[in-house]
């Protein structure tokens, strides 16, 4: 009984342990960027700073651009065979 009274303690803590550290990139990506965007305030003052602060703290990070819309886009306006053989070389390079 205490064997698996231990077990189900152990369980619950580690259960909570890892709900814990999930929440922490999410903090870390925040206070990442308030810091960018305190330096790019320089040095606005009030409502001008206020402003800048709320629309730079609301923006969406932009989101890159996927390797298969970029190979699309570098053999668009190619021949069938040739421009197959392109993708496939594009899609297999380095990002």
Same mark, same amino acid.
């Given at each position: 009984m205490?064997?698996?009274l #231990?077990? @189900? @303690? %152990?369980?619950?803590?580690a259960c909570a342990g890892s709900a814990m550290a999930a929440d922490a990139p999410a903090a870390n990506s925040q206070q990442d960027k308030m810091k960018a965007c305190n330096a790019q305030a320089g040095d606005k003052k009030g409502d001008e700073r206020k %402003?800048? @602060?709320?629309n730079c703290l609301?923006?969406?990070?932009?989101?890159?651009?996927s390797r298969m819309? #970029?190979?699309n886009k570098?053999?668009?306006g190619l021949p069938k065979e040739e421009r197959a053989k392109a993708q496939s070389e594009c899609m297999k390079a380095p990002a």
């Open positions: 205490n064997r698996l #231990i077990l @189900m @303690m %152990a369980g619950a803590l %402003a800048f @602060m709320k609301s923006a969406k990070p932009v989101k890159a651009e819309a #970029i190979c570098k053999t668009a």
